[in-house]
């Protein structure tokens, strides 16, 4: 039997296991008289001795008995001749297990480990010594002939470390320590170890932001938006914590909110922080910032008069229901009591459940209060309505009638509000004899003024419902003509978006994304800006101060705003 042991040791012992099936008293296969030789390159062998190996007992839990002193031979290859078994009856031998110590006199224990990925570029390479080294030579390269080869000019040193070291991101390195023993000798060479560098320095990965504002930490502590100014429509963070988003993220556990609003006076919408470190951009041989980012779609839902008195209406949304809306509204508003009505003269089937109707809403918001009048795809005419703020909408479900789960478009459905407050739904095949509906009356308590209109929800996310209605009368005090919006549905506003870079001193450049509608991407996505488009504009990359992102046009009054939210994470430089 021949060990190739993978390179040269300096060996101390070796133990035996032999051969012990059960019968091996009485067989005896076992390794009797027994030739050990030794070789460093396999061909030449060397004859270390002959020797007897112990015979096994046959037995469980068999420690070994056989220890073999390797007299501290230099060797990679070692053979065991077995000469002799035990039972001399068969030509058969067998070991059970063999075991090799050796005196540790190469390095080992390499720090960075072998093949480590993400290491700083600041690293400090460490190793155990060699038990007899009195120096040690260190060859390093990205080239791993150079290292193999030892071609590469070493540094002797006489610690077992070698650093910090300048290194460069997004690289692999090789290294070897060979152990010098005594001057004059030839050292020892080492094994051949490698690391990969981190892929990018980090400017912000927005996971060290805590809800602790009392000491600093919070998100909007550090990115300083336009909250509470009239020039800055920026809010970066969520008004009650959690400030960060945890659950939008590109990496890590958290990401930046970044709610953008350009429609109330600011032309744009910026948040700035000041660097403490990683200032200096040219560390590692950077090339670029990265940083990711995503928004919201733009809004499906639409309301058009065309030709007049006929309104067309399109909407996603999941439904109006359970604690909170998802569906397109077309509003007024209204003051004190009044009354809406309409015909619904189709609904498209996305769902049995899609609702197309009238409405009552105390606010815009997707928990609000609300009562409406529906007809649905394929359930009749609904009553339904929300009691009170962010609480589970009830419905008419179980005292509808026959006749009104059987309506389908084209039907007439009204909707009144009294003075105290009580809701009214009914119904009607020509909009001149009206029904009432069996619900009625709801009482909800709402502000003196509300928003009353025209609902549609398509009952499946992502899924858009078209319907159309016709003979809409409002009566009361109303407000402004038709506006309309999502309700629920997270949707962004095309808006410029810019990155600004700047030093302590002079001009900061200001870098636009190349996409009108960036804000509109609903996926992650890298923007990547060359570093030394911002050195040719004058930045000093050794330095950079301060970084901001912003929507819309800076010191454009006559731009167009508009609103949205946005997510950023992992500011890189890479």
């Given at each position: 039997?021949?060990?190739?042991?993978?390179?040269?040791?300096?060996?101390?012992?070796?133990?035996?296991?032999?051969?012990?099936?059960?019968?091996?008293?009485?067989?005896?296969?076992?390794f009797?008289d027994?030739?050990?030789?030794?070789?460093?390159d396999?061909?030449?062998?060397?004859?270390?001795?002959?020797?007897?190996?112990a015979?096994?007992?046959?037995?469980?839990?068999?420690?070994h008995?056989?220890?073999?002193?390797?007299?501290?031979?230099?060797?990679?290859?070692?053979?065991?001749?077995?000469?002799?078994?035990w039972?001399?009856?068969?030509?058969?031998?067998?070991?059970?297990?063999?075991?090799?110590?050796?005196?540790?006199?190469?390095?080992?224990?390499?720090?960075?480990?072998?093949?480590?990925?993400?290491?700083?570029?600041?690293?400090?390479?460490?190793?155990?010594?060699?038990?007899?080294?009195?120096?040690?030579?260190?060859?390093?390269?990205?080239?791993?002939?150079?290292?193999?080869?030892?071609?590469?000019?070493?540094?002797?040193?006489?610690?077992?470390?070698?650093?910090?070291?300048?290194?460069?991101?997004g690289?692999?390195?090789?290294?070897?320590?060979?152990?010098?023993?005594?001057?004059?000798?030839?050292?020892?060479?080492?094994?051949?170890?490698?690391?990969?560098?981190?892929?990018?320095?980090?400017?912000?990965?927005?996971?060290?932001?805590?809800?602790?504002?009392?000491?600093?930490?919070?998100?909007?502590?550090?990115?300083?938006?336009?909250?509470?100014?009239?020039?800055?429509?920026?809010?970066v963070?969520?008004?009650?914590?959690?400030?960060?988003?945890?659950?939008?993220?590109?990496?890590?556990?958290?990401?930046?909110?970044?709610?953008?609003?350009?429609?109330?006076?600011?032309?744009?919408?910026?948040?700035a922080?000041v660097?403490?470190?990683?200032?200096?951009?040219?560390?590692?041989?950077?090339?670029?910032?990265?940083?990711?980012?995503?928004?919201n779609p733009?809004?499906?839902g639409?309301?058009?008069?065309?030709?007049?008195?006929?309104?067309?209406?399109?909407?996603?949304?999941?439904?109006?229901?359970?604690?909170?809306?998802?569906?397109?509204?077309?509003?007024?508003?209204?003051?004190?009591?009044?009354?809406?009505?309409?015909?619904?003269?189709?609904?498209?089937?996305?769902?049995?459940?899609?609702?197309?109707?009238?409405?009552?809403?105390?606010?815009?918001?997707?928990?609000?209060?609300?009562?409406?009048?529906?007809?649905?795809?394929?359930?009749?005419?609904?009553?339904?309505?929300?009691?009170?703020?962010?609480?589970?909408?009830?419905?008419?479900?179980?005292?509808?009638?026959?006749?009104?789960?059987?309506?389908?478009?084209?039907?007439?459905?009204?909707?009144?509000?009294?003075?105290?407050?009580?809701?009214?739904?009914?119904?009607?095949?020509?909009?001149?004899?009206?029904?009432?509906?069996?619900?009625?009356?709801?009482?909800?308590?709402?502000?003196?003024?509300?928003?009353?209109?025209?609902?549609?929800?398509?009952?499946?996310?992502?899924?858009?419902?078209?319907?159309?209605?016709?003979?809409?009368?409002?009566?009361?005090?109303?407000?402004?003509?038709?506006?309309?919006?999502?309700?629920?549905?997270?949707?962004?506003?095309?808006?410029?978006?810019?990155?600004?870079?700047?030093?302590?001193?002079?001009?900061?450049?200001?870098?636009?994304?190349?996409?009108?509608?960036?804000?509109?991407?609903?996926?992650?996505?890298?923007?990547?800006?060359?570093?030394?488009?911002?050195?040719?504009?004058?930045?000093?990359?050794?330095?950079?101060?301060?970084?901001?992102?912003?929507?819309?046009?800076?010191?454009?009054?006559?731009?167009?705003?508009?609103?949205?939210?946005m997510?950023?994470?992992d500011?890189?430089?890479?």
């Amino acid at each position: 039997i021949e060990y190739d042991l993978g390179k040269v040791y300096r060996l101390y012992e070796m133990w035996v296991w032999n051969f012990n099936e059960s019968l091996e008293s009485v067989i005896g296969l076992g390794f009797k008289d027994v030739t050990i030789e030794y070789s460093i390159d396999g061909t030449d062998f060397t004859t270390l001795s002959t020797t007897e190996f112990a015979q096994a007992p046959g037995s469980a839990n068999y420690a070994h008995d056989t220890t073999i002193d390797l007299s501290d031979i230099e060797a990679r290859y070692v053979k065991l001749t077995a000469n002799s078994n035990w039972g001399g009856i068969l030509a058969q031998y067998g070991l059970s297990e063999v075991r090799f110590f050796y005196i540790p006199i190469r390095a080992r224990e390499p720090e960075p480990a072998h093949e480590a990925t993400g290491v700083a570029l600041d690293a400090t390479l460490t190793w155990t010594a060699g038990r007899e080294a009195a120096e040690h030579n260190v060859f390093f390269s990205t080239d791993e002939l150079e290292v193999i080869e030892g071609t590469v000019p070493y540094t002797t040193v006489a610690k077992t470390n070698y650093g910090p070291l300048s290194l460069d991101v997004g690289k692999t390195y090789y290294w070897r320590v060979d152990e010098v023993n005594d001057p004059g000798t030839t050292p020892l060479a080492g094994d051949i170890w490698s690391f990969t560098t981190t892929e990018f320095l980090v400017v912000d990965d927005f996971e060290s932001y805590t809800d602790d504002d009392a000491a600093g930490q919070a998100i909007w502590q550090s990115w300083i938006d336009g909250f509470g100014v009239t020039d800055n429509g920026a809010q970066v963070g969520y008004l009650f914590p959690p400030y960060a988003e945890k659950t939008i993220v590109h990496s890590g556990s958290q990401s930046m909110p970044f709610a953008y609003d350009n429609l109330s006076g600011a032309t744009n919408s910026e948040a700035a922080m000041v660097l403490t470190a990683q200032r200096d951009w040219t560390k590692g041989d950077v090339t670029a910032l990265a940083l990711w980012f995503r928004g919201n779609p733009a809004s499906v839902g639409s309301f058009i008069e065309a030709p007049t008195g006929i309104y067309t209406m399109t909407a996603e949304g999941t439904d109006i229901w359970d604690t909170a809306d998802e569906f397109h509204y077309a509003f007024q508003t209204l003051s004190g009591a009044g009354s809406i009505e309409a015909q619904v003269l189709s609904i498209q089937n996305t769902n049995a459940w899609a609702k197309a109707g009238v409405m009552i809403r105390e606010t815009l918001d997707a928990g609000s209060k609300f009562a409406a009048v529906y007809i649905t795809a394929g359930n009749g005419c609904r009553f339904q309505a929300r009691t009170d703020t962010d609480i589970a909408a009830t419905s008419d479900t179980s005292v509808a009638t026959t006749e009104q789960t059987a309506i389908t478009a084209p039907y007439w459905i009204k909707l009144e509000r009294g003075v105290g407050g009580n809701c009214r739904g009914y119904y009607s095949s020509d909009g001149i004899n009206w029904l009432s509906m069996s619900w009625n009356p709801q009482n909800i308590s709402m502000n003196s003024e509300v928003y009353v209109g025209l609902a549609l929800t398509s009952h499946s996310s992502g899924v858009t419902c078209e319907c159309k209605f016709s003979n809409v009368r409002i009566t009361g005090t109303v407000g402004a003509p038709w506006d309309h919006q999502d309700i629920g549905l997270a949707s962004n506003d095309p808006e410029p978006m810019y990155v600004e870079i700047s030093n302590s001193t002079g001009t900061p450049v200001v870098v636009p994304h190349n996409d009108p509608l960036a804000t509109q991407i609903d996926t992650w996505t890298e923007w990547t800006i060359p570093l030394q488009d911002l050195a040719s504009q004058g930045i000093n990359l050794l330095d950079i101060n301060k970084i901001a992102i912003g929507l819309g046009t800076k010191g454009d009054a006559t731009a167009s705003g508009g609103s949205g939210m946005m997510y950023y994470d992992d500011i890189r430089l890479k």
